[in-house]
């Protein structure tokens, strides 16, 4: 296409557009003059003058544009809008709401716009910096980090969105409606698992470890009304006793810790605890079921088969026995036939008792000492009549009721000094019998050494010489045996002067050997 082509083609459009211009203005012009006639033609006038089409939710009272417009009174047109928008006018004038929240007054047109097609948004919303709290509510914890678009649904308004949780999270709702629609009675906004709810608030009060148990493990499925609080709906799966011991589990265990034992036996039964008892453990006892059996509190009872007596001492093992200490008795064998004293207080029953079948034991000394006897049964089996409890060795014996009484050193002689081989019964009571080997004499003054002898001192002697051939006179009487009686062997001794006094004999023997 050559040059003067294509300024032709340019001319003819310019001239298009200027006619197109013209026909509008004249058809202005000509509305102009008719405006006072009013009617359709003012009406004519108006939509002549709309910039553009209005959005879906005006489409109806687009060609009514008094609905909207006051003729040359903008201020007036608010009151228009509050006319249809009642609900936004309710809140401006209750102060709620975004609109009544606002703290400046301004015409509705500043922030809302028309005429600008029916898909246009007559208010033009920044999402990211829109301030939530100029609304009637406030969003905080995990609703701040919330898209607009899943609260706010696509076609509906933004003021109608409904605050409750339930509007937005009742598919969430793991309860099932079975706790109401207050879900920030127990959730928080900061994290939507954690729970504030107060549970001393409700008929069972958390306390030690329940406050650490997590909540599904009491509220199976989510499931929190009418959830059982009998201790076994939880722990039956955990209970040792296989039930054998109930369902009140609180009767003895608490929740400080489970292994803990609350039950006291002293203060919750008729049978108190004590001694080897407190260390027993429960089943050892309670082989049955707790409630339904009744044990008997005998000790037969549980001990029938630790019974090492066979019976034969009855049932009332605490006559001898005590709870301290199994093995310790405190049977009073004072108050049986045979009383203990001394050494027999202080020996094991086991020694006496050759089995645990006391009755019948018998009471006879020879019957335990027997093999200790070393008369060898010479004399008899009543062993008290000579020795005491106290000590074994030590005797209480009489022996002078006995033929031979012990006098002076006598009673210094060991028994077996005289009783050789502990035989006692007819032993000889002649001095010779024990003193033989002794006799300086050589038996030359005979076996009755009582004769010049006594018991209180071997030395000493009573015999008397004026009995004698030669009785003693003066001198004679003061002068030693052995000055005499050169050997022991008294018969033999001289009675002639000079047998003793030969030495001394100044007359050397010339007046004869009879000094007197």
Known sequence: MNQPEETARASLQDMRTVTAITKKWLVLLALLVLWPAGGIWADSLESVLMPGKVIKGHAKTESQCNKCHVRFNRAGQDKLCSDCHKEVARDIAQRQGYHGRAKYDKFCRECHTEHKGRDARVAVLDEKKFDHRQTDYLLKGKHVETECNKCHLPGKKYRNVQTTCIACHKKDDEHKGKLGTKCADCHAENNWKEA?????????????????????????????????????????????????YGDKCQACHDAKTWDGILFDHDRDTKYSLRGKHRQTKCDSCHTGTLYRDKLQSACIACHKKDDKHKNTLGEKCGDCHVERDWKEARFDHGRSRFPLHGKHDEIECKACHKTAVFKDTPMTCL??????????????????????????????????????????????????????????????????????????????????????????????????????????????????????????????????????????????????????
């Not at 030969?502 to 050997?513: I, T």
Request: charge should be positive; glycine fraction near 6%.
């Open 196 to 244: 504030r709810f107060d549970h001393d608030k409700t008929q069972f009060r958390l306390e030690d470890r329940h406050i650490k148990v997590a909540c599904k493990d009491c509220h199976r499925d989510n499931a929190f009304k009418n959830t059982p609080t009998a201790c076994v709906s939880c722990h039956r799966r955990d209970d040792k006793h296989k039930g054998r």
């Open 367 to 516: 019957a335990c000492h027997k093999k200790d006897d070393k008369h060898k049964g010479t004399l008899g089996e009543l062993c008290g009549d000579c020795h005491g409890e106290r000590n074994w060795k030590e005797h209480r014996f009489d022996h002078d009721k006995t033929k031979f009484s012990l006098l002076g050193k006598h009673r210094e002689v060991k028994c077996d000094g005289c009783h050789k081989d502990m035989k006692y019964k007819n032993t000889p009571v002649a001095c010779i019998a024990c003193h033989r080997k002794d006799d300086v004499h050589k038996g030359q003054q005979g076996e009755k050494c009582e004769t010049c002898h006594d018991a209180s001192s071997w030395k000493r002697t009573n015999f008397n010489h004026g009995r004698s051939r030669f009785p003693l006179a003066g001198k004679h009487l003061v002068v030693e045996c052995k000055k005499c009686h050169l050997t022991a062997q008294f018969k033999d001794a001289k009675s002639e002067c000079v047998a003793c006094h030969d030495k001394e004999d100044v007359h050397k023997r010339r007046l004869g050997a009879q000094c007197e």
